[in-house]
Structure formats: structure tokens, C-alpha cells
Nanobody, 119 residues
């Protein structure tokens, strides 16, 4: 089992920045990829960004490329999502997720943190 706790959400004006954190605990040695997803009201959950835990390879949704970055602190078992130039359409609940080695899906999910961008 891997437990995930997100933090850092809040209310920000358009053009502002927020940094989300996701701290992992438990069987962290099994982590292969950590990712961020979001779900806006009335919409399906969508992929935002991901980072491989060992190689630090990153991927981003087209909608956030150039504005969001993802990074990690291995010593703290924490992944960060730095969100810059925020837009009202970035408003959503953001979830951290973990894919463990050998899995083809994201296996563990955090409880989510609300991000609200006002215009």
C-alpha cells in the first residue's frame, strides 16, 4: 500500500501561481510513476502531468505545457506540481496518484486538493 496526502491548493487570481505537494508513505519503494490529475465540476477526471520516480522523465497535458512543472524530492518521497500563469479553466480538484512497478494503471490516489482560479 502507498498512502498519498496532497496539500497546497487554494484560491488564486488568474495569472497567479500555486504549488501543490503530494507526500507518499508506505511502500514507496514500489513507486514507478507519480502523476497529477484534475477533475472540474461536471467534467471527467483528466491527466495533468506525470514524472517517473527514478529517471525523472516528465509528461504534461497540452493544456498545461509551458505553465506547469513537476518535480520530486526523493528524500521526502514528495512530488510537486508548480502551477504558473493560472487560468480560470484550471479550477478543479487536483489528485495525486501513483503507478507502482509492473502496473498498467494508477494504483493509489490521494484525497484531492481544491484549486480555484478567479477571473
Amino acid at each position: 500500500q502507498v498512502q498519498l496526502v496532497e496539500s497546497g491548493g487554494g484560491l488564486v487570481q488568474a495569472g497567479g501561481s500555486l504549488r501543490l505537494s503530494c507526500a507518499a508513505s508506505g511502500r514507496t519503494f514500489s513507486i514507478y510513476t507519480m502523476g497529477w490529475f484534475r477533475q472540474a465540476p461536471g467534467k471527467e477526471r483528466e491527466f495533468v502531468a506525470a514524472l517517473t520516480w527514478r529517471g525523472a522523465s516528465t509528461t504534461f497535458a497540452d493544456s498545461v505545457k509551458g505553465r506547469f512543472t513537476i518535480s520530486r524530492d526523493n528524500a521526502k518521497n514528495t512530488v510537486y506540481l508548480q502551477m504558473n500563469s493560472l487560468k480560470p479553466e484550471d479550477t478543479a480538484v487536483y489528485y495525486c496518484a501513483v503507478q507502482v512497478a509492473g502496473s498498467t494503471r494508477y494504483d493509489y490516489w490521494g484525497q484531492g486538493t481544491q484549486v480555484t482560479v478567479s477571473s
